[in-house]
């Protein structure tokens, strides 16, 4: 377990980066780094757990090896949560353990900031949302994640349902049609039925860009 290798998930803004030790067709569990760490938080740490298994652990967006996001984006918890979202579909992982490590030690709720949450609290947030996926949850150094009764329902189908939409939209993207201004007019009066043909006209002005193809 002492030998790894690099891998790399395609995202929108560039990729995710991550290292993994064992058999590929080992048990799959999956590591999650702490504040302003990156993967390398677990090289002492894997040779010295059970073989068989198969450890990958990624870099958070804009930590390690991994792109950051474009100057100007905030880097909110739950874009991290996504973030394994997306790693776990990139690997086709359908069910694994999920294993997160954080500096802090502090009591969570829906009431603290969600710039003091600590980034172990990323593992909780996602078997909370996804524990279809998740046969085993492993805290190092951290609390779980903890919502008072009143939110919870509220908060498991909005931001579930946020996630999916989002990861569906990424899965389907595809280059986009060139048409001739007339289709493209035509085209935007069919989603926006409270327009004018004059309307969409000054809206394609400069909402549309011109190539050689339409």
Known sequence: LGMFSELKFPVPWGHVAAKAWGPSEGHPVLCLHGWLDNANTFDKLIPLLPKGYYYVAMDFSGHGLSSH????????????????????????????????????????????????????????????????MVDKLVLLENLGFLLAPEDTEAWLESKRVVIDRLLSLEAKQQTPKARSPEAALKRLLEANRHLTAEGGAVLLQRGATETPAG
Request: glycine share 4%.
């Open 69 to 132: 996001r474009p100057a100007g984006a905030p880097y909110h918890f739950l874009d991290y949560v996504i973030d394994v979202r997306r790693v776990a579909a990139a690997l086709q992982w359908r069910r694994f353990t999920l294993m997160g490590h954080s500096m802090g030690k502090m009591k969570t709720s829906l009431n603290v900031p969600l710039f003091s949450f600590p980034y172990c609290f990323i593992s909780p947030q996602f078997c909370f949302l996804y524990p279809e």
